[in-house]
Each structure stands twice: as structure tokens, then as C-alpha cells.
């Protein structure tokens, strides 16, 4: 009988730190008051009749779903935005590292009621020289709910995982938008950046193999 609470507890204790290694989000950006790198290209600004010329700004209350800012994207031209690159984040090794162990990134969006002709939608793409240019979505263009927040969520594949586990050289996420248009000076509200990282295989058979070890050791001392 108690071998078998000793086993009760190794196993119960054994689920508990396999939930804890697989449930992580890691935040790559929430735009505190800063870009932190992260641009709006040069070549978006200068398409005319468009989007562009597009401000940017960090606001307190609109948007904010972590930290105390989101960052708001205003466009200031008389269309909507042409599904191009309107942001372009900082080259990092780090993050290349953060995305070859994680099988999705979700960004929150929120727009104004009436905003952007009641369509607004987003590609997240990522760029790295083992990789190459990828879309995470395969170019879905997933969209928002204009006039309430949304959160836009892509897969990363376990093949592009498998690639950026392996590389040595930076990573840079585009965001692209497009859109329609309802009136000049519109603005979208962007933040949480994040990703949902999964452990490696062999960080789960690592701690099964030692809590097999120890559930051993503890027999043998019951015995």
C-alpha cells in the first residue's frame, strides 16, 4: 500500500511538471512606450494615394492588452492599407531561437467601430537566410473584428521550427496589412506580441527518465 501512495504521488508529480515545461507564452514585444527597433519601411511611405504616410504612437488606455501601451499604426493618406509590408521588426538571433521552439505567434489588434471599410486583415512573416522568406499562414490574410479587439493567431510549422532550432543567423517578423478604407487618419492599435513555446521532445524524455530514476530509488529504499 505504500508503494503504491509513493507511485500515486511520483505520477501526480510527474504530470504537474510536464504541464508546467509544455504551458509558456513568451512575449516579443508589447511596444512599452518604445519601438524597440520594430519600423514602418521606407518604401510603404512613399506609395501614393495609399495608406501612407503612416505615424506611429504609444497609447495609454485604446488597445492595451499588456504592459501600459499599445502601439498605435495611423495612416494618414486617403486609402487603406495595400496588404504591404507596414512593419518590420528588429534582426535577432534570440528570437530566432524563441520561434524554433514554439508552434504559434498571435498579435491583439484593435480597431474603432467603422474604421478601415469594415475589413482589416494581417500576414505575419518571418525572415531568416536558412529559412527564407516565409508567410506563417501561407498568405490566409486572417482578419479582424472592426470595433472590438482580436486576436490574430498563425502556426509555425514543425518544419519551420525544425529549421530555426538549427540556425545560427538572425530572425526579422513582418507584419503586412491590408485593408479597406471609411475615412483619412485612420488608426489600428497593435500589442502582445507573443509566442506559444513548446519544449523540446528531449526536455520531456529527460525529465521522465529522471523521475523514473527516482521513483526507483524510492522503491529500492521501501523495499
Do not use: C
Not at 494615394?49 to 497609447?59: C, I, K, L, N, Q
Not at 528570437?95 to 491583439?108: E, F, K, M, R, Y
Not at 510549422?157 to 496589412?177: C, G, M, R
Not at 523540446?200 to 526507483?216: D, K, N, V
Request: hydrophobic fraction near 35%; avoid cysteine.
Amino acid at each position: 500500500m505504500k508503494l503504491l501512495r509513493i507511485g500515486v504521488v511520483a505520477v501526480s508529480a510527474a504530470l504537474l511538471l510536464v504541464q508546467n515545461v509544455k504551458a509558456q507564452t513568451v512575449t516579443i514585444e508589447s511596444w512599452e512606450n518604445t519601438l524597440d527597433g520594430w519600423a514602418v519601411p521606407p518604401s510603404y511611405n512613399q506609395q501614393l494615394g495609399g495608406f501612407g504616410p503612416v505615424t506611429t504612437a504609444f497609447e495609454p488606455t485604446l488597445g492595451v492588452t499588456d504592459g501600459s501601451y499599445s502601439l498605435a499604426i495611423t495612416g494618414t493618406g486617403t486609402g487603406g492599407p495595400n496588404y504591404g509590408q507596414l512593419l518590420a521588426g528588429p534582426s535577432s538571433t534570440g528570437l530566432t531561437a524563441i520561434l524554433g521552439t514554439s508552434d504559434t505567434l498571435s498579435l491583439d489588434v484593435y480597431t474603432p467601430g467603422g474604421s478601415f471599410g469594415y475589413y482589416l486583415q494581417f500576414d505575419i512573416d518571418i525572415q531568416n537566410s536558412d529559412a527564407g522568406f516565409v508567410s506563417l499562414d501561407s498568405y490566409g490574410y486572417p482578419g479582424t473584428s472592426i470595433g472590438s479587439e482580436t486576436t490574430i493567431t498563425v502556426p509555425i510549422s514543425a518544419s519551420l521550427q525544425s529549421t530555426l532550432a538549427s540556425s545560427v543567423n538572425p530572425t526579422t517578423i513582418y507584419i503586412q496589412v491590408g485593408g479597406g478604407n471609411s475615412s483619412d487618419n485612420e488608426t489600428m492599435y497593435l500589442d502582445n506580441l507573443r509566442v506559444h513555446e513548446v519544449p523540446e521532445p528531449s526536455t520531456i524524455a529527460l525529465l521522465g527518465l529522471g523521475l523514473l530514476g527516482l521513483f526507483a530509488v524510492r522503491r529500492r529504499h521501501v523495499s
